[in-house]
């Protein structure tokens, strides 16, 4: 590989599961953004979230593919947020391919139905409330991407696959 491929999406797209499958077909290091960022501030996101607020967050987040952008080339699972700056976007595609995985709602509502840790969710675990929240961010992950690619009825191994023969080409 000779750039990075950044995955951005909505949760239960497949950025995580995805993010596996490259790194087996390329054999690729493979970095989840949320990891590194709870790793490197010894702290969990929620409580950065708690302690000091979004802005924190969102600084911690620009510092992840800043240092993340420097290294080589890998596969990069990002955090929902990841292309809500400006700059995060423009660092990722100087070096690398932004791909944007999506799903339908009711796509997501069937992978994330029985996850407890999903905030953003809960007490609202519905394809109603999961489409608002898809709709609030569309335009940010459009905008951002280099390649979008829908994982519905889709195997792993096919969406890995699509994202390498694209990302190459």
């Not at 969990?44 to 593919?65: C, H, L, P, Q, W």
């Amino acid at each position: 590989m000779t750039q990075h491929i950044y995955l951005i999406g909505f949760m239960g797209t497949g950025k995580t599961t995805i993010s596996h499958k490259l790194q087996e077909l390329t054999g690729a290091n493979e970095v989840d953004m949320d990891a590194w960022i709870v790793e490197k501030n010894e702290m969990s996101i929620n409580d950065m979230f708690e302690k000091y607020g979004e802005t924190y967050f969102r600084d911690r987040e620009t510092d992840a593919v800043r240092e993340i952008s420097q290294t080589e080339p890998a596969i990069v699972s990002c955090g929902g947020g990841a292309v809500l700056r400006d700059q995060n976007t423009q660092m990722m595609k100087e070096t690398g391919k932004i791909v944007l995985l999506t799903a339908t709602p009711e796509t997501v509502y069937e992978r994330v139905k029985d996850s407890t840790d999903r905030p953003l969710l809960n007490g609202n675990m519905n394809v109603e409330h999961i489409a608002k929240l898809m709709e609030k961010r569309r335009e940010l992950y459009v905008n951002a991407c280099d390649i979008k690619v829908a994982t519905d009825r889709k195997t792993p191994q096919e969406i890995a696959e699509e994202i390498l023969k694209i990302s190459q080409g």
